[in-house]
């Protein structure tokens, strides 16, 4: 079964639930996690708010420090569970590709992400880093819906998991 687990947050409450939802997985399993969050470099030409106002040094401790908060959190949560976590703080445009990389650079056998569970248009519009996760990892992925029915879930180790939807999809 599943011993190294990685879950992306960026401190939403949506993906609160998702790091929630792996601390309690990782503890059923007796897993490892790795909590991963990504922020975008900084660009000097920029339609971004937070960019335009400030210096790349004051964007980047700006960013860290977010991160800082945001992992801090998670692993707290892990640590509360007794679960061993490791914290990951990338810069890369796409996040996607970063929370891949992360996986396959710290061997992990299991990727857990929030989803809006966007459809439609709205869906073809905002996109998901989610959805870009699932398309183009060999990893298998574990998707935590907020809206999903409380008859949903995946059973791991004997404990249900409200909300969860798995993909694991192999190439």
């Given at each position: ?56 040094d004051i964007y980047r401790r700006t960013m860290q420090h977010r991160a ?104």
């Amino acid at each position: 079964m599943y011993k190294n687990i990685l879950v992306a947050t960026d401190g939403s409450a949506l993906s609160d639930l998702a790091v929630t939802q792996a601390v309690d997985l990782a503890a059923a399993l007796h897993a490892r996690l790795v909590l991963v969050t990504a922020s975008e470099p900084f660009h000097l030409l920029t339609t971004e708010a937070e960019q335009i106002a400030d210096t790349e040094d004051i964007y980047r401790r700006t960013m860290q420090h977010r991160a800082d908060r945001i992992l801090g959190a998670a692993a707290e949560k892990a640590a509360a569970s007794g679960v061993e976590a490791a914290t990951v703080h990338v810069e890369n445009d796409h996040p996607h590709e970063a929370i891949i990389a992360t996986a396959e650079r710290e061997k992990c056998d299991l990727i857990v992400m929030a989803s809006h569970g966007r459809r439609g248009f709205s869906a073809l519009v905002l996109g998901s880093q989610t959805t870009k996760v699932l398309t183009h990892s060999t990893i298998p992925v574990l998707v935590v819906r907020a809206e999903a029915a409380p008859t949903e879930h995946v059973a791991a180790a004997g404990h249900a998991f409200p909300g969860a939807a798995f993909s694991a999809r192999r190439d």
